[in-house]
């Protein structure tokens, strides 16, 4: 079955400091995959996705997320974190229903917190 | 453009009582899936609707429900409330469903309080 796994529940960095986020995922093919934030009371904002080609793939907001097929991973990174990135991110996997992208499966979130 | 908008933004239950949830997607976009998000659980999906036909459910019981109109507006019912059906749920519009390189939007949710 399809899953995600969002390793670290918590993390707290300094502004200005680099930033990674884990995830991992358990797919049998080539997977859709997504990196979402969620501000507090807010919906979910789209910061970048993976479909095929260029594994390195650059979202909004200076973040970026390199997909690697042999770690089954797809990690978010950001070279500087400002204050305002402080929010809950998450990252998931397109189930396929006939060959194309279905519903979404989410990892737990991982919290972001950001100290001045 | 509009995003997706859900209302209402916040509501309280009884146990027992019924709730319906509406979604207004992204002008052109044919698709709306349903999420719920609880701590505990995570994002959960519920189901997706692309021209008036539910097309893929997840693993939910039938007390949810839901239904999508020739505008694409979609809406969600949930019967016979229980407390564990307090969540946030989230509605998320795409162009033309699960196709390679669709994007999916989401709302910014209900807050769903069951007490």
């Known amino acids: 079955a399809q899953s995600v796994t969002q390793p670290d529940i918590h993390i707290t960095v300094s502004e200005g400091a680099s930033l990674e986020l884990r995830c991992n995922y358990s797919y049998g093919a080539t997977p859709y995959l997504f990196w979402y934030v969620q501000s507090p009371g807010q919906g979910l904002q789209l910061l970048l996705k993976?479909?095929?080609?260029?594994?390195l793939v650059q979202g909004i907001k200076g973040f970026e997320a390199e997909f690697k097929r042999s770690q089954s991973s797809f990690n978010l990174r950001k070279p500087s974190v400002h204050w305002s990135d402080a929010a809950e991110y998450f990252c998931?996997?397109?189930?396929?229903?006939?060959?194309?992208?279905?519903?979404?499966?989410f990892g737990k979130g991982t919290k972001l917190s950001v100290k001045p | 453009k509009a995003g997706v908008t859900q209302t209402p933004r916040y509501l309280i239950k009884t146990r027992g009582q019924q709730v319906t949830l509406s979604c207004s997607p992204i002008s052109g976009h044919r698709s709306v899936s349903w999420y719920q998000q609880t701590p505990g659980q995570g994002l959960q999906f519920l189901f997706e609707y692309f021209s008036e036909t539910q097309r893929n459910k997840g693993n939910f019981p039938g007390r949810f429900s839901g239904r999508q109109f020739s505008n694409s507006r979609s809406e969600m019912n949930v019967s016979t409330l229980e407390l564990g059906d307090s969540a946030l749920y989230l509605c998320?519009?795409?162009?033309?469903?699960?196709?390679?390189?669709?994007?999916?939007?989401f709302g910014e949710g209900s807050w769903l309080t069951v007490v």
């Open positions: 998320a519009s795409s162009l033309v469903g699960p196709e390679r390189g669709n994007t999916i939007y």
């Open positions: 998931a996997v397109g189930a396929r229903i006939g060959g194309s992208q279905g519903n979404l499966i």
């Open positions: 993976y479909f095929s080609g260029d594994t």
